[in-house]
């Protein structure tokens, strides 16, 4: 089969990025531009010629931009087989002229969505209609007609028209299918949103999900395992989907699962704040007056466990955090942070023996959390569930024991409280001086987990506070942390031997501080 020339091309984007240089390239190789309002206007203003679709179709544009160009004129030409007589007679019979390529992407609704305080009408106003039509039209007719739906692929468009005025079929194939994938991801996405707002709840009767691929690992969590990095359409969060890497070998899959991990927990804490992770547990976390103060107080809770591990910031990563991190005797995995100044990367790609492979990450700045759904996979099926990333209300909570926490115990029950969560279930913090001191994750009994803490922390267990992820189901476990010197405990409460468990609390004169709020991170 002849590749058809490529003579008219119909363009009608929202997103215009790398439009302009794509459309002159175009120009250039003698293919005639037809295009809708904002984007005609877009590429006239750029100094290019363009044919108006109205003027082509004799039909304006109306209500709004709703109607542009679903019209005969515009769909028989993307539609037309070159090699049916019959279909080309008809095109010759009604004056409808061929379209060889489709330039389209689609009006933003995940994006408007995404806002905070969008109403249901301005997502609803969201949804194209001719887009897809056109996509649709242009992917399925790939035999003639060349579909571009992404920036991405306009240099590789351009290369095949400059070199032989056409594109192969083999492109108009690849391009096809990622047109029929953009048209199911965003026909996936309104109906996901639509759902929401239905009466029985928040979750589809079906579920399909997409992604798109970001990047293909080395390897999954062993080796033998194959593993691919896919990212969420439309997130703009500070993220590790949106996030740059500025130094270092790529990425593993491990990599990206503790990165994230340590994210977690420090966006959600306010003052200037650093948190260490290992296989996917925080082993030191703390906030401080400064990066630099914080990262030494995180790092000495586990030293041990520390060497090798993940390190994230909420803050930029300045000069005196990158110094404490480059001492001697230290080897650091990959830190991510908002940002990284020009002095902190020189340090800590310059410095240290490990300085070609640390993983520098720069996400930008924090911006709240993301709502959405967690996703586990079990043998025949799939886990979902709301994100536990909510911020628990302090108001509800309450002291069950005689003895009220100090405010300097307080202060570190609400830090313990908020690692807690991040921490593999049953989990156990010891926090003291806003300062991680002793974990205990992933136990199958409470008092184990209890047991571990105390042993990581050592002596700077006596003055800690004790955060429970669930309740405890025995006092034994407050027995165990007044023997090692903990003060106070904060937990959900919930169990038939509460009453028990506050006694000891009394016996031992701790504090206890009940939230009524479950974490199990299992």
């Known amino acids: 089969m002849t590749s058809p020339r490529i003579q008219r091309a119909l363009i009608s984007v929202s997103d215009k990025a790398g439009l302009t240089p794509f459309a002159q390239g175009l120009v250039a190789a003698g293919v005639e531009i037809y295009s809708t309002g904002g984007t005609r206007k877009h590429l006239e203003e750029a100094g290019l010629k363009v044919q108006d679709i109205a003027a082509y179709t004799g039909f304006p544009e109306m209500m709004h931009g709703r109607l542009k160009t679903l019209h005969p004129k515009v769909f028989g030409g993307i539609l037309c087989r070159h090699d049916v007589p019959e279909d080309m007679q008809s095109l010759s019979e009604h004056g409808i002229s061929t379209f060889e390529l489709v330039v389209v992407n689609l009006y933003p609704f995940q994006a408007t969505i995404a806002k905070a305080g969008v109403t249901l009408a301005e997502a609803i106003e969201q949804i194209d209609i001719g887009g897809p039509s056109l996509v649709r039209a242009a992917g399925k007719n790939h035999a003639f007609t060349t579909i571009v739906t992404s920036a991405d692929q306009y240099d590789k468009v351009l290369a095949q028209l400059k070199e ?288 571990i803490s105390i042993k990581k922390a050592g002596e700077l267990a006596r003055g800690s506070v004790l955060a429970s992820d669930a309740f405890f189901p025995f006092p034994d476990s407050i027995h165990f942390a007044a023997a090692a010197g903990v003060t106070a405990v904060i937990q959900p409460g919930g169990s038939k031997q509460d009453p028990e468990v506050v006694a000891a609390c009394n016996q031992h004169g701790m504090a206890m501080v009940i939230t009524g709020q479950r974490h199990f991170k299992h």
Not at 218 to 237: D, I, K, L, S
Not at 240 to 251: P, S, Y
Not at 404 to 414: F, I, N
Request: glycine share 8%; net charge negative; proline share 4%.
């Open 164 to 451: 032989q005025g056409a594109t192969t079929l083999d492109l108009r194939f690849e391009l096809a299918a990622a047109a029929f994938e953009h048209t199911a991801g965003y026909d996936r996405g309104i109906a996901d949103y639509l759902a929401g707002h239905r009466a029985e709840g928040a979750f589809p009767a079906s579920l399909s999900l997409n992604f798109q691929r970001k990047q293909v690992l080395r390897y999954g969590e062993n080796p033998h395992q194959q593993a691919a990095f896919y990212v969420e359409p439309g997130t703009h969060r500070a993220t590790l989907a949106t996030a740059e890497q500025l130094n270092g070998k790529e990425l593993s899959y491990n990599n990206l699962l503790d990165l994230d991990s340590a994210l977690a927990i420090v966006r959600t804490l306010t003052s200037p704040a650093a948190v260490v992770v290992k296989h996917n547990n925080p082993c030191g976390a703390a906030a401080a007056e400064s990066p630099a103060k914080a990262f030494l107080a995180a790092y000495e809770g586990d030293p041990l466990s520390a060497f090798g591990g993940i390190v994230a910031f909420n803050r930029t990563v300045d000069a005196e955090a990158a110094e404490a991190m480059a001492e001697p005797g230290r080897f650091i995995e990959a830190i991510a942070a908002p940002d990284f100044s020009p002095e902190a990367v020189q340090i800590l790609t310059t410095k240290p023996k490990w300085k070609n492979s640390v993983r520098l990450v720069k996400v930008g700045e924090f911006s709240g959390v993301g709502a959405g759904w967690d996703y586990r996979r079990i043998d025949g099926g799939l886990l979902v569930q709301d994100r536990d990333l909510g911020i628990d209300d302090e108001t509800a909570w309450k002291v069950a024991s005689n003895r009220l926490p100090t405010l300097a115990e307080m202060e570190d029950l609400k830090f313990g409280w908020a690692l807690v969560r991040h921490v593999k279930s049953n989990a156990i913090v010891l926090a003291r001086q806003q300062s991680l001191v002793g974990v205990g994750a992933g136990q199958m009994s409470r008092v184990d987990s209890v047991e």
